[in-house]
């Protein structure tokens, strides 16, 4: 605080502060009275405040406060009423099966928006963000289904899993040809050229495709089908289309049928509960879902 | 400029406010702001009781701001939550009609629409009919706590905050329906919130038209500060005619002069306008921030001059340009219509006509459309592309309807949807429930082994099958 006597401005009629910049005198306007009384609150609220709410830091933390209020509670009971306005919402989708789900607008409106959560949380890994799959995952969004696209068919997938730790989960194995012994590379050769032509795909030149035809009839019809349009009861792939979950260049074709592929999905019925079973199952199911 | 001299005491840290007395005044201006003041609280009250039929599945309330369904309904017009932009209209206009009027009328509405000038000349009418006027109130403050000083103190806060509660639960009555919540508040079963607000704003309103009063104009309202921006020497305001009542002198000293042939001023110094003064300041010190324009100070001043028998509006309605022309011996002139009414009336009209035709070409149904981005397209078992398309269709009128959606632009698309129905021709339809909207996802699939260009511009219609009213978007197509 400067020193300078308390003055008063002649042309105002007011005093001054007696701070002084540069021959500038400041006047002395004092606050309403109103206003320097909420100020005094705010002091008041202050310390109020570090009473109750944790406030002044401290080596290791801070003051707790009376209230024994942290940020880290207060998000877990946050969390837990959203949960259980959630279940409360839920409840009709535990009551009605997948077809009365589907059949009702606002009950599958609610599936579709839950079964997309809890898609992105747990399948959209392998998936894709959108269930386009990628090498070696299928895409769910084509309308191929390795072990059946009906709503039941994607529900048991999900809950059982794929060659997973489940008693009912579905389990099938491709036998590893090439390595056990089964075919010779040059059959291995043929084959592949032949389920090629399946998929009005281009056999590679001077090969025996008649051949190849003789050995899918005695080795892979058994699975995939006289005409190779796959068995979801057993997860045969389709081999008449154009979407390979392998890949469908010799190369890749030689890998699947010398080694076998037989990937695996987890049983989500061990991780997941019903309702949230039943939602995914609906998103999967409206993503390509077929009969 | 300065005179030095030292005192010991720094004084308070707050300087306190001079209270301020109006005294009670008739005249026409006074009838004006009487007028005003029950038209604006005969508003506010009896809106919330006004019934609007909108059907069976929506309010029946004329204004009603529905938080829990996040609608606003103004009689014929509903708004939802996305078209509140129109409510930026309803600001810019109400700004320009403002500044209109101040470049027109000064501060006509400070002075007799703006709510705290009606709020608190309610509660001064309280106080005049219980503590009595102007001398009798600064009487009554000065006076030691007798029994009837605290009776009249009692019943005036008793008065005051029964008329706040009445505006703070006229306030809750605009955000539900008014009767049903009328009643829970008498029979005391009101939701919680709404007794919360009645409290908050029954406060507000006994602290802002009770006791703080001229106080929000001087200190917490920024329009004085922005109208001294905007007014010009032009703008007819509550104006001294300083020319006409210069120099002020007793009555007796003006007839002296006057009976040797000289010019006299007209103010007699009388104090009445100040003694009037809802804000407590001196006209004749010319236009300024504490005054709020309500011609109060006019109808003081013409009672006082028809007294003395000299004419009446020594203050009035007028204009700086009028005050200087005189001091040079001109006419008065009076300019209403100039560059800036004109240019203010004119953004008028434009926004209002905006405003009026986005609210009449406004559709009762809507349709957005999001490409789904992953994937962006993905084949098909029968080797055609397809592409995702989550759409959500709006019906905000109170029936429900049903939507046909159609997609035009690529050859032999077919749509599918886990939502929408599959009508025999191709198209969708939809059931939107009334006052709903429904998220709808959609694909659209070319015909096996056609692939089509990177990038199909493709148009969905949805048409409303009973009325046909219509909605177009444009999206597009991709492949790889």
């Given at each position: 605080m ?12 007011q005093?001054?502060?007696g701070?002084e910049?540069?021959?500038i005198?400041e006047l ?7 206003w320097l ?24 933390g ?5 209230l024994?209020?942290t940020n880290?509670?207060?998000?877990a009971d946050?969390?837990?009423a959203?949960q259980?306005?959630r ?7 535990e ?5 009365e789900i589907?059949?009702?607008?606002k009950?599958?409106?609610l ?5 997309k959560?809890?898609f ?8 894709g963000?959108?269930g386009q ?9 084509a309308?191929?289904w ?8 994607i ?11 489940d ?9 590893a ?5 089964i ?7 043929q084959v592949?050229?032949y ?6 795909l ?10 190849g ?5 005695d080795?892979?019809?058994?699975c995939?089908g ?5 068995n979801v009861?057993?997860g ?10 392998y890949?469908s ?15 695996t999905?987890?049983?989500w019925g061990?991780?997941?509960?019903p ?7 609906l ?8 009969t | ?7 010991e005491?720094?004084?308070?840290l707050?300087?306190?406010?001079k ?6 005044v008739?005249?026409t201006?006074?009838?004006i702001?009487?007028i005003?003041l ?8 009896i809106?919330?009781?006004?019934r609007?039929n ?9 204004v009603l ?9 103004f009689?014929?017009?509903e ?7 129109y ?15 101040n470049a027109l009328?000064?501060?006509?509405w400070c ?7 009606v ?19 600064i ?6 706590w ?6 009249k103190?009692?019943?005036k806060h008793a ?5 706040a509660?009445f ?9 539900e329906?008014a009767p049903?919540l ?5 029979t005391?079963q009101a939701?919680?919130v ?13 602290s802002?038209?009770?006791?703080m009063?001229?106080?929000?104009c ?8 922005i ?6 020497t032009?703008?007819?305001?509550v104006?001294?005619r300083?020319?006409?009542?210069e120099p002020r ?7 002296k ?8 001023g ?8 100040v003694a ?17 324009q309500?011609g109060?100070?006019?109808?003081a001043c013409?009672?006082v001059?028809?007294k003395?028998?000299?004419p009446?509006r020594?203050?009035?309605y007028d204009?700086?340009e ?11 002139v009076?300019r209403l219509?100039r ?5 203010y009336?004119?953004?008028i009209?434009?926004?209002?006509c ?5 609210l009449l ?5 809507n ?11 993905t084949p ?13 269709f ?5 029936e ?7 997609v035009a ?14 009508l025999?021709n191709?198209?969708?339809t939809?059931?939107i ?31 409303d099958?009973?009325t046909g009213e219509?909605?177009?978007v444009?999206?597009?197509f991709?492949?790889?």
């Amino acid at each position: 605080m400067s020193t300078d006597p308390v003055q008063v401005d002649k042309i105002s009629g007011q005093t001054t502060t007696g701070h002084e910049w540069d021959g500038i005198r400041e006047l002395n306007t004092p606050l309403p009275r109103w206003w320097l009384w909420l100020f005094y609150l705010t002091i008041a609220f202050a310390v109020v405040y570090w009473v109750l709410y944790p406030a002044w830091p401290l080596v290791t933390g801070a003051t707790p406060g009376l209230l024994g209020h942290t940020n880290r509670a207060r998000v877990a009971d946050d969390l837990a009423a959203s949960q259980a306005a959630r279940m409360q919402q839920a409840a009709g989708l535990e009551k009605a099966s997948l077809a009365e789900i589907e059949a009702d607008p606002k009950l599958l409106e609610l599936a579709l928006a839950q079964g997309k959560a809890a898609f992105g949380d747990n399948c959209a890994p392998c998936h894709g963000s959108g269930g386009q799959g990628q090498y070696g995952y299928p895409n769910l969004t084509a309308g191929r289904w390795l072990w059946g696209g009906t709503l039941d068919q994607i529900d048991t997938t999900i809950t059982h899993g794929i060659r997973a730790d489940d008693p009912d989960t579905h389990t099938s194995a491709m036998p590893a040809f090439g390595k056990d012994g089964i075919l010779k590379p040059e059959q291995i050769k043929q084959v592949e050229n032949y389920v090629r032509t399946l998929a009005k795909l281009d056999p590679e030149p001077g090969v025996d495709v008649a051949a190849g035809k003789k050995i899918f009839a005695d080795n892979c019809a058994v699975c995939h089908g006289e005409d190779g349009k796959g068995n979801v009861e057993m997860g045969a792939p389709n081999l008449t289309t154009k979407i390979w979950l392998y890949g469908s260049d010799i190369k890749d074709l030689t890998n699947t049928i010398t080694y076998a592929r037989n990937s695996t999905m987890p049983a989500w019925g061990k991780r997941l509960d019903p309702v949230t079973i039943k939602a995914l199952t609906l998103y999967v199911h409206s993503l390509g879902g077929g009969t | 400029m300065t005179i030095d001299f030292t005192i010991e005491d720094d004084g308070p840290l707050y300087a306190a406010a001079k209270k301020v007395y109006p005294q009670r005044v008739w005249g026409t201006y006074r009838r004006i702001k009487w007028i005003v003041l029950w038209i604006a609280l005969g508003v506010y009250y009896i809106l919330p009781f006004i019934r609007w039929n909108r059907g069976p599945n929506e309010p029946g309330q004329a204004v009603l701001v529905d938080m829990a369904h996040s609608r606003f309904y103004f009689f014929f017009i509903e708004l939802w939550p996305q078209e509140v932009y129109y409510f930026t209209g309803l600001l810019i206009l109400a700004a320009l009609i403002l500044f209109l009027s101040n470049a027109l009328f000064g501060r006509v509405w400070c002075g007799y629409a703006c709510p705290q000038t009606v709020w608190t000349d309610l509660f001064l009418f309280v106080e005049r009919r219980i503590e009595g006027d102007r001398r009798d109130r600064i009487k009554l403050d000065e006076a030691p706590w007798t029994a009837d000083k605290i009776k009249k103190r009692v019943m005036k806060h008793a008065a005051w905050l029964l008329i706040a509660l009445f505006t703070g639960g006229a306030a809750v009555l605009y955000f539900e329906d008014a009767p049903t919540l009328l009643k829970q508040l008498l029979t005391f079963q009101a939701p919680f919130v709404a007794v919360l607000w009645m409290g908050i704003l029954t406060f507000t309103t006994y602290s802002l038209a009770g006791h703080m009063r001229e106080q929000v104009c001087l200190y917490m309202c920024p329009w004085p500060r922005i109208q001294a921006a905007l007014t010009d020497t032009d703008a007819l305001n509550v104006t001294y005619r300083a020319d006409r009542g210069e120099p002020r002198m007793s009555v007796k000293e003006a007839a002296k002069i006057r009976s040797h042939g000289e010019a006299a001023g007209d103010c007699i110094d009388c104090m009445q306008c100040v003694a009037v003064c809802p804000t407590g300041v001196d006209i004749r010190n010319g236009s300024q921030l504490g005054c709020i324009q309500c011609g109060l100070c006019i109808d003081a001043c013409d009672a006082v001059m028809a007294k003395v028998h000299r004419p009446t509006r020594l203050i009035a309605y007028d204009t700086d340009e009028n005050l200087a022309r005189r001091k040079r011996g001109e006419q008065n002139v009076y300019r209403l219509v100039r560059p800036r009414t004109i240019l203010y009336a004119a953004l008028i009209a434009v926004t209002g006509c905006v405003m009026l035709y986005a609210l009449l070409s406004r559709s009762s149904m809507n349709m957005s459309v999001l490409h789904v981005r992953a994937p962006l397209f993905t084949p098909t078992v029968e080797g055609g592309v397809r592409n995702g398309y989550t759409l959500r269709f709006s019906n905000e009128t109170g029936e429900a309807r049903d939507f046909t959606l159609s997609v035009a632009g690529l050859d032999g698309a077919r749509m599918t949807s886990v939502v929408a129905r599959p009508l025999a021709n191709g198209s969708l339809t939809v059931h939107i429930e009334p006052d709903t909207t429904l998220e709808t996802p959609v694909y659209v699939a070319t015909p096996p082994d056609v692939t089509p260009g990177k990038s199909t511009p493709i148009t969905f219609t949805a048409t409303d099958a009973h009325t046909g009213e219509r909605k177009s978007v444009v999206d597009h197509f991709f492949a790889p």
